[in-house]
């Protein structure tokens, strides 16, 4: 897949002598900032889909996640005494609990759902908003989207925002007040990769605030690539808790989140078409003997 030739964000500069270039020193000296809290981690992972909670805490450990996602809807976090809480395998002493909206359908769904989840997490504000369009292709339903957005906002969460992959929305959606916002790669659940790389961009471009990718990363190498785009993080459930091993892949999707962003901080080389350039010195070689 190819990615904007000559238009990635440019990373932010690191000063002479900087400690980017150490094993390990770029989660430390490079956190993401979301909502005033600095983490390490830059994937975010999601905790459905998996066959119990003990493959759930193996996957986000090996993951490295800080942020984890909880479904308020389908998953218990309290709200259905007498049944195992999530909370019980990754406690919030531990994680961020972001609880977010999926299966809503409409904005004041989505407001109830996270005014509950604040209530069940003690005043909790971080949350994700999504607010979806249709079953079949969990597309968001960005007007509802809009309207949710400001009714939170104002009553003083914290709102990250799953969103289609337009710029103006986006920037909408900055100025309402999000804290993030959260194009889609592609499709939730479809594996697809980032299929508008493009608009990603210019998103990247005009928006101030966090932009993390969100539905659609398959495999490490859809995660590289939005971390080496510009992306500020990249969220994912499904192309972990799916693969045939999950906890294998939630390693793998660490390493390529950080080797896309050490990518990014590095600063690729210029893209030639039609231009060979010798990749060692050519000074001083030996000339081929004339018959």
Same mark, same amino acid.
């Given at each position: 897949?190819?990615?904007?030739?000559?238009?990635?964000?440019?990373?932010?500069?690191?000063?002479?002598?900087?400690?980017?270039?150490?094993?390990?020193?770029?989660?430390?000296?490079?956190?993401?900032?979301?909502?005033?809290?600095?983490?390490?981690?830059?994937?975010?992972?999601?905790?459905?889909?998996?066959?119990?909670?003990?493959?759930?805490?193996?996957?986000?450990?090996?993951?490295?996640?800080?942020?984890?996602?909880?479904?308020?809807?389908?998953?218990?976090?309290?709200?259905?005494?007498?049944?195992?809480?999530?909370?019980?395998?990754?406690?919030?002493?531990?994680?961020?609990?972001?609880?977010?909206? =999926? &299966?809503?359908? @409409? #904005?004041? %769904? +989505?407001?109830?759902?996270?005014? *509950?989840?604040?209530?069940?997490?003690?005043?909790?504000?971080?949350?994700?908003?999504?607010?979806?369009?249709?079953?079949?292709?969990?597309?968001?339903?960005?007007?509802?989207?809009?309207?949710?957005?400001?009714?939170?906002?104002?009553?003083?969460?914290?709102?990250?925002?799953?969103?289609?992959?337009?710029?103006?929305?986006?920037?909408?959606?900055?100025?309402?007040?999000?804290?993030?916002?959260?194009?889609?790669?592609?499709?939730?659940?479809?594996?697809?990769?980032?299929?508008?790389?493009?608009?990603?961009?210019?998103?990247?471009?005009?928006?101030?605030?966090?932009?993390?990718?969100? =539905? &659609?990363?398959? @495999? #490490?190498? %859809? +995660?590289?690539?939005?971390?080496? *785009?510009?992306?500020?993080?990249?969220?994912?459930?499904?192309?972990?808790?799916?693969?045939?091993?999950?906890?294998?892949?939630?390693?793998?999707?660490?390493?390529?989140?950080?080797?896309?962003?050490?990518?990014?901080?590095?600063?690729?080389?210029?893209?030639?078409?039609?231009?060979?350039?010798?990749?060692?010195?050519?000074?001083?070689?030996?000339?081929?003997?004339?018959?």
């Amino acid at each position: 897949m190819n990615v904007p030739p000559g238009s990635l964000r440019p990373p932010p500069p690191q000063g002479e002598g900087s400690s980017l270039g150490r094993p390990g020193a770029v989660a430390s000296s490079d956190p993401l900032t979301l909502a005033g809290k600095t983490y390490r981690s830059r994937l975010l992972v999601g905790t459905g889909k998996y066959k119990d909670f003990a493959e759930t805490r193996a996957a986000i450990d090996a993951s490295g996640a800080e942020i984890i996602t909880v479904a308020i809807r389908r998953t218990n976090i309290g709200q259905n005494a007498g049944e195992p809480s999530i909370l019980e395998a990754l406690p919030p002493s531990r994680f961020t609990i972001l609880p977010n909206t =999926a &299966g809503c359908y @409409t #904005a004041d %769904d +989505a407001v109830r759902t996270l005014r *509950l989840a604040r209530e069940l997490l003690d005043g909790h504000a971080l949350v994700k908003l999504e607010v979806l369009g249709d079953a079949e292709s969990l597309y968001p339903n960005m007007p509802e989207t809009l309207a949710a957005a400001k009714t939170l906002v104002a009553e003083g969460f914290q709102v990250m925002v799953y969103c289609n992959d337009d710029p103006i929305a986006a920037k909408q959606l900055e100025e309402i007040g999000c804290v993030a916002v959260m194009p889609l790669a592609s499709l939730i659940g479809s594996g697809m990769g980032i299929l508008n790389p493009w608009n990603i961009q210019i998103i990247l471009d005009r928006v101030k605030v966090p932009v993390l990718v969100d =539905a &659609g990363i398959g @495999t #490490a190498s %859809d +995660a590289a690539i939005a971390m080496e *785009l510009g992306c500020d993080g990249v969220l994912m459930n499904t192309a972990i808790a799916k693969a045939h091993d999950p906890v294998m892949m939630a390693g793998a999707m660490k390493k390529a989140v950080e080797a896309g962003r050490e990518a990014f901080l590095a600063g690729r080389m210029a893209k030639k078409i039609y231009q060979a350039q010798a990749s060692s010195p050519t000074d001083g070689i030996i000339a081929p003997r004339k018959s």
